[in-house]
DNA sequence: TGTACATCAGTGAACGCGCGTTCACTGATGTAC
DNA sequence: TGTACATCAGTGAACGCGCGTTCACTGATGTAC
């Protein structure tokens, strides 16, 4: 095989994303501290300061990987949502849909520990501001409660409130099952994460009136 | 003054808790990456391997000054509860006290998030496991909880789901509040919290029946 | 179509840094007789 | 009460490591004429 390995041109050609994307590995392996700049240009076969051409630091590396866990979260999230059917009653759609921005939330801190650290590690600011064009995990969740106004089911003045405490108890229960209280199956996992996310329908119902 | 300075003698004589109080200062600026050897012995006016006298790792250390963040953490939760006055109807008064026991969480997360994030960095396995023998957070919220049992506001075989919920619910406001949501005034902070417990209380009631 | 040259995207070697940890040591302490 | 000596708790110097970052460089690319 020697004689027909493709030599590798001298030019990477996207080498920032290739960094990127190795960056991102590091990272579900082993959290924000494991993105390190050698050890990604050493696995794109890249030398270190070659990096340096396209961030002018290890932290806009970081950065970037960060943007992409959001990414993947979101992603989880809509993934959850695509699973809803119709049931024909509005209210009980609306309901489901909340529930699954939620499910999916939690799914993806349950399987990527690291991006999902490395997405609330480096945040700065509020996950509110835009990654834009798509719409972020905050995003989804308004539009969620959103569709639950619609149905009236929520006072529109009672969106925000309503989105702080979900993501609240949703992002507790992630940490909580990463950490203090890592379920042993899979199916005491779910039971758990339907019984919070029938806290939170019940919270609501409750400040509406 | 300096003719009177005591010189230090040659034996520290409590050289183990000094590192673990230099490592708390130090978790309590930067958490738990920031606990560092020989920085903890360069605070205590120490060579870095006198620390190896005491323990035999890094790793241990960490440890330790994780154990000194989870009493801080049940302190403040117990500091909350001798705030309750008793209103005379028993009731009402579980309902306080459990809400105590999770404003004393919240408040350390807030106030100290460098410890708190030591302390649930480095948890191996579930905080259930003792910090005797005082008892820790989980055991607090327990003894919070089965005081709801005994005023007849919830099964006693609800506990152990009960205590995972509420725990997961403040646990994930705290680091909202660290976090993707930091609030510019504490009186907002406060009224998040409250409404928080308020929603924990609902969900509770409602599983009781 | 060809050639000069600016620009871009890499290389290789080296830097200084602070870390955890180990080595051989020395000063202080306490106990046996 | 004094002295020998084991033990304990420190010291000082050094190690190897991997890191982020910088330097002067070179190979490839694309544009102007």
Redesign the pocket.
């Known amino acids: 095989v020697s004689t027909t390995v493709r030599p590798?041109?001298?030019?990477?050609?996207?080498?920032?994303n290739a960094l990127i994307s190795a960056g991102v590995e590091l990272a579900r392996q082993g959290g924000p501290a494991a993105?390190?700049?050698?050890?990604?240009?050493?696995r794109v076969?890249?030398?270190?300061?070659?990096?340096?051409?396209?961030?002018?630091?290890?932290?806009e590396l970081v950065d970037a990987v960060a943007e992409r866990a959001f990414a993947t979260l979101a992603e989880s999230m809509t993934d959850e949502l695509a699973k809803c059917r119709p049931s024909g009653d509005a209210q009980i759609d609306a309901w489901q849909r909340l529930r699954a921005t939620g499910r999916g939330y939690v799914h993806f801190a349950v399987a990527e520990p690291g991006l999902f650290a490395v997405a609330f590690d480096s945040t700065e600011g509020d996950p509110r501001a835009g990654h834009e064009p798509v719409p972020g995990p905050w995003g989804i969740l308004i539009d969620a409660l959103q569709g639950l106004v619609a149905a009236g089911l929520l006072a529109p003045d009672s969106v925000d409130a309503a989105a702080s405490t979900a993501w609240s108890t949703v992002h507790g229960l992630s940490l909580l099952l990463l950490g203090p209280m890592r379920q042993p199956s899979a199916a005491a996992r779910e039971r758990m994460i339907e019984a919070t996310l029938d806290m939170i329908g019940t919270g609501l119902r409750q400040s509406r009136g």
């Open positions: 590798r041109p001298y030019h990477h050609g996207d080498l920032r993105i390190v700049l050698r050890e990604a240009a050493r076969g890249v030398s270190p300061n070659a990096a340096y051409r396209h961030f002018t630091d290890l932290s």
